[in-house]
């Protein structure tokens, strides 16, 4: 049986790939690399940059285009599902092309496998398509520690609830009951704007751990202008964005 393994590689700070991360590249037959865009090409330059100048061996290097995912689609899930089905299908290819068996397959992946990232769920998809692997995880530094890191501050309140949630959900469904602090992801239309609420403080960063990594912090009504307006000539600025914020009742 081949194996996969799925390697976090944190935030986008090559410092911050662990031993077993290297260890585990290093002993990788294939290594899977894939491509969002020109206007992405960062994501894929360090991945390269950790198989160039990392690595003490060399793996076969086995570049991809990532399908677009169809932002039109109605229901959200399902266009989700069809994205990942898509995704399912290209490393279903690209490893019986490139990986006989028994091979050891690894993919990089942003973060870590298990907070709010889709890998571990396209991986499943592989057996539904005839392909057996033997799935490992690898754990990476998330954004959400980095975030708390580059703020020094805790993630929790003494004996306080967290709840980590989707900018989509933090629209739709408001503050969670309940929950002293909220961590926000994937959250490209800024959903904290319409919380009207006087008692939040936040916790904004982007590009986490790069060059360009940018921090933001104060009451939610201070920050929000700021934030908006340094998030708009960020992306402009790099043609794309990462960040994550955490909140806080004050």
């Not at 060399?58 to 990942?84: C, I, M, Q």
């Not at 503050?175 to 002293?180: I, L, N, R, S, T």
């Not at 992801?185 to 609420?197: I, K, N, P, S």
């Not at 934030?227 to 960020?234: E, F, G, S, V």
């Amino acid at each position: 049986m081949r194996t996969l393994s799925l390697v976090g590689i944190g935030s986008g700070n090559p410092d911050h790939l662990t031993l077993q991360a290297i260890r585990t590249l290093e002993s990788a037959d294939v290594i899977l690399l894939p491509r969002k865009g020109a206007e992405k090409s960062e994501l894929a330059d360090l991945r390269r940059l950790i198989t160039r100048d990392i690595l003490k061996t060399s793996p076969k290097v086995v570049e991809f285009d990532y399908p677009v995912r169809d932002a039109g689609t109605p229901k959200y899930l399902d266009g989700v599902n069809t994205w990942h089905d898509a995704l399912a299908g290209i490393w279903t290819d690209l490893i019986t092309t490139h990986a006989p068996q028994g091979a050891h397959v690894a993919l990089m992946v942003w973060g870590d496998p298990s907070l709010y990232d889709s890998t571990l769920r396209i991986a499943d998809r592989l057996a539904t398509r005839g392909l057996a692997m033997d799935v490992r995880v690898i754990p990476g530094i998330t954004s959400l520690q980095m975030l708390t890191a580059a703020h020094a501050i805790p993630l929790n309140t003494l004996a306080g609830v967290v709840q980590i949630t989707t900018g989509r959900n933090l629209r739709d469904q408001g503050w969670p009951q309940g929950a002293e602090t909220v961590a926000v992801m994937l959250d490209g239309a800024c959903a904290f704007r319409h919380l009207a609420r006087t008692d939040l403080h936040i916790w904004w960063g982007a590009y986490l751990g790069m060059p360009q990594q940018i921090l933001l912090s104060g009451t939610l009504a201070d920050m929000t202008p700021k934030i908006l307006t340094a998030r708009a000539a960020a992306r402009d600025r790099n043609g794309w964005i990462m960040d994550i914020y955490l909140m806080r009742r004050t």
